[in-house]
């Protein structure tokens, strides 16, 4: 089953997009499936919460999993967070998301 | 001057099994890599990760897939330049290629295969404004020479392994250690957290949490910085100023080799050699673009195999090749060593 999640894009452009729950799926794979940001700038270390190009910021109240140790020390490291940052590949694509709204950071 | 078969850019694993497939072609090779130890992102991001789609391997630590790789290379003698990075490429009248790195090592090769990966890993800087104007003027983003800090007033900023190991060091080489981290924890090791508690409780550390540094200021050299812990603004007076924030990895000068580029990574030729626009240069790994391109280890390892026949050729044009299994030729290492299968013993029976 399909659920819509929006992305403002890094230009300021929304896009509500169809998300598969069944595809094992983050959301930062799903913002390079759709070619949402140029690739190269997002999902840099391949969706380990290693690097912050994917990080987002979390624009609806929806109940998003808890942060790992990992995310959380990859967000007290990164530049431009704000209280709503997640990692993109920290988060799984599930039915619960639907109308998500999320905004990309800025590239560092 | 360096001079070699295949100059190979990055040390990653595709770099280093090309080592192996140009070594069964009696091609020497030699790896240039920015980061000071060989196995690129496995090494430097993942060691003790899990990989598990390498073939034969059903789980494979990624440092240990790097030991191994290592080791299968060995006999093959491969030389390194570690710990810079490839700044320019020369093409030269007979068609071979110099290369010369940001410290000014320079390599001569007829082949030059760039399995840069995602690029070199480049310290990632802070967005403060005139940074770039203070950069070997009192910022740095790594430590070279500690001795350097020696009586000096130094200001680290950061939360992770290296902010905490440096400012631990230099609490006994400089004369003032300040450590600003935008949060009250440290991630880091227990003990190196621990140790920095010990520090600012003897006094030889000032540490300023939840903070980050906002400006720079000082005429020629760095004179002195703010950090911003809330509301407050607290002024610093240094000499130096050390952002550690880790590594994050740029394609860097290699988009400026006139390579064509297609979504940050070099279009190759993937229907015959993964040769790049410019005759004599391969892209294998994850630095290359091609349709239906997947950023795996696995087609890192099958992109280097072509690229070496195609080497080959172009560096011995009048010889020809035939392909060879391991099993039937053994595996005859520079080094004078022979891996082969042991024969049978045909013996009658009188």
């Given at each position: ?108 | ?227 911003k812990r809330g509301d407050e603004e607290i002024n610093l007076a240094v000499d130096h100023f ?29 229907s015959l050699d993964y040769q790049t626009n410019i005759p004599g240069i391969y892209a294998i ?66």
């Amino acid at each position: 089953m399909d659920i819509k999640i929006t992305i403002i894009d890094r230009e300021g452009e929304a896009h509500t997009v169809d998300a598969p729950t069944d595809m094992n799926m983050n959301l930062m794979e799903l913002v390079r499936s759709y070619e949402l940001a140029p690739e190269g700038t997002i999902g840099i270390c391949g969706g380990m919460a290693m690097c912050a190009s994917c990080q987002c910021y979390v624009l609806s109240e929806h109940n998003l999993p808890e942060m790992t140790d990992d995310e959380d020390a990859m967000l007290a490291e990164a530049f431009f967070v704000q209280n709503n940052s997640r990692l993109g590949c920290q988060i799984q694509i599930t039915s619960e998301l639907d109308g998500l709204q999320i905004q990309l950071a800025p590239e560092e | 001057m360096i001079k070699t078969d295949i100059l190979i850019i990055g040390a990653g694993p595709t770099g280093l099994f090309t080592v192996f497939e140009a070594g069964l072609l009696k091609l020497k090779c030699h790896l240039i890599d920015a980061l000071p130890q060989p196995g690129g992102q496995c090494a430097e991001l993942y060691p003790k990760k899990p990989i598990y789609d390498i073939p034969a391997f059903p789980e494979v630590l990624a440092g240990d897939l790097v030991d191994n790789l290592m080791e299968q290379i060995k006999p093959f003698e491969p030389s390194f330049t570690l710990g810079e990075r490839a700044e320019t490429i020369e093409k030269q009248d007979d068609g071979t290629f110099i290369v010369t790195t940001n410290k000014g090592t320079k390599h001569h090769a007829p082949v030059v295969a760039i399995a840069g990966g995602l690029g070199s890993f480049e310290p990632r800087k802070p967005l403060i404004d005139n940074l770039a104007f203070y950069e070997d003027k009192g910022v740095s983003y790594m430590i070279k020479n500690p001795e350097i800090y020696r009586n000096q007033k130094v200001v680290i900023s950061g939360g992770g392994d290296s902010a905490l190991d440096w400012s631990i060091f230099l609490a006994d080489v400089a004369s003032e250690v300040t450590l600003v981290h935008r949060r009250n924890e440290f991630r880091g090791h227990l003990d190196s957290v621990d140790k920095v508690k010990e520090l600012k409780d003897l006094g030889k550390i000032n540490l300023i949490t939840p903070a980050e540094v906002e400006k720079i200021y000082g005429e020629e050299k760095v004179e002195g910085v703010v950090v911003k812990r809330g509301d407050e603004e607290i002024n610093l007076a240094v000499d130096h100023f050390i952002p550690l924030f880790g590594l994050s990895p740029k394609l860097g000068p290699i988009a400026n080799w006139g390579l064509e580029i297609e979504k940050n990574a070099i279009k190759v030729d993937n229907s015959l050699d993964y040769q790049t626009n410019i005759p004599g240069i391969y892209a294998i790994g994850d630095v290359n673009t091609y349709p239906g391109k997947l950023k795996l280890i696995l087609c890192g390892f099958h992109e280097a195999t072509l690229m070496c026949q195609s080497a080959y050729q172009r560096i011995h044009p009048d010889k020809k090749y035939v392909m060879k299994y391991t099993t039937v030729g053994g595996v005859t290492g520079f080094d004078g060593t022979k891996k082969e299968a042991p024969k049978a013993v045909v013996k009658a029976i009188d």
